[in-house]
């Protein structure tokens, strides 16, 4: 049966991201690495040579994936009129505009940008969104509070402007914070000292991994009291655990200049989809669904069969 390129893509796209697992159930290379860490890359090289190996099957998706993403570019670069409102005309716009440019966003360099893009906002933005859906199902008093606060904007048709989303949804973006907290999509942040440093009293060597952990910091009562109970109140600004708080206790999206670069987009984005998924539905868990959830580990995480949900139409 042939598939059509868009879901190919999709399917590939969703196999490079959740392949890539920090666990046992890793490919050979990356177990081993666990152990003997200098064994990682010889063992890759090896598996490389052998075929539906977990790394070979690795390898092959992602040079397919890059193989589509230079002909997307090129394709578009081609192109007299390519607009300047997305991502990727921007990008090719950019690297006609001077020399210097033209040097820097060689069409491998966009390949590259396009695909980093791609990859680090579309897991973690359904994941997200997902994870909303299926915690709000369980908790009626928050799905209460974020109806009423939706319908409260205005008739259902009226999009709000960015203005609006920072202003008129307090509670819509507490739910999504929340949500971040309880499921933390990018569990693990990699740092590589680039000079000895000292760091709460440990030296670390120039070259040292630090890794920092998101998702534990998120569940840790000094900062989240009954860390797990789903309780979007606890973002309330005006709250005394809010104030409370460690300024770095909830980084969902990393923290430094190599944070997320769409965090406010991912942010204004989930809420715009939040508010437009609530005007026309709730969500009810499936029977299908399996109880309790199971995740599956990678370098982000994911639901291991995906979250099942009944939309129900909203009457009025
Ligand atoms: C719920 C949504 C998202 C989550 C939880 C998330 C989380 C993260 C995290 C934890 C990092 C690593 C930060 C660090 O190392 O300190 C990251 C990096 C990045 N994110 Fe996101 N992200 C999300 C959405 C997006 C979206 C929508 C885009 C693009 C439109 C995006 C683009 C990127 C890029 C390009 C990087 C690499 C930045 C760099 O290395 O300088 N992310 N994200």
Redesign the pocket.
């Known amino acids: 049966m042939s598939v059509d390129p868009a879901t190919d893509f999709i399917g590939k796209h969703f196999h490079a991201t959740t392949s890539l697992k920090m666990d046992l159930s890793g490919s050979l290379s990356i177990v081993l690495g666990q152990f003997v860490p200098f064994l990682q890359e010889p063992v890759r090289q090896l598996m490389l040579r052998v075929p539906g190996s977990a790394d070979r099957r690795l390898e092959e998706t992602n040079s397919a994936m890059s193989g589509l993403l230079d002909e997307i570019v090129a394709e578009r670069a081609a192109q007299a009129d390519r607009g300047q409102k997305n991502?990727l005309s921007v990008l090719l716009n950019a690297s006609e505009s001077t020399e210097a440019m033209r040097k820097l966003l060689t069409p491998d360099y966009v390949s590259a940008?396009t695909y980093?893009?791609l990859l680090?906002?579309?897991v973690?933005?359904s994941?997200?969104l997902s994870s909303l859906v299926y915690l709000v199902a369980m908790h009626p008093e928050v799905e209460e509070k974020l109806l009423r606060e939706i319908d409260a904007f205005g008739p259902k048709d009226v999009v709000p402007s960015s203005d609006e989303l920072q202003t008129k949804f307090p509670y819509v973006e507490q739910v999504v914070k929340e949500t971040?907290r309880f499921y933390?999509?990018?569990p693990l942040?990699?740092?590589e000292a680039s000079e000895d440093v000292e760091v709460g009293g440990y030296l670390l060597p120039k070259g040292t991994w630090v890794w920092?952990t998101?998702g534990v910091l998120a569940k840790d009562p000094k900062d989240f009291p009954d860390p797990d109970v789903f309780r979007p109140e606890r973002f309330d600004p005006e709250s005394e655990e809010c104030k409370r708080r460690h300024p770095y206790a909830f980084?969902?999206?990393?923290?430094?200049?190599?944070?997320?670069?769409?965090?406010k987009?991912?942010m204004q984005?989930?809420k715009l989809v939040v508010i437009h998924l609530y005007r026309k539905y709730v969500f009810r868990h499936s029977p299908r669904m399996e109880f309790p959830l199971q995740f599956q580990y990678s370098i982000l995480v994911n639901f291991k069969y995906g979250v099942k949900v009944q939309f129900i139409e909203r009457k009025n």
Do not use: N, Y
């Open positions: 991502f940008l980093e893009h680090a906002g579309s973690t933005m994941f997200t971040m933390t999509a990018s942040v990699a740092r920092l998101p980084i969902p999206f990393g923290i430094g200049p190599r944070a997320c670069i769409g965090q987009f991912a984005q989930l």
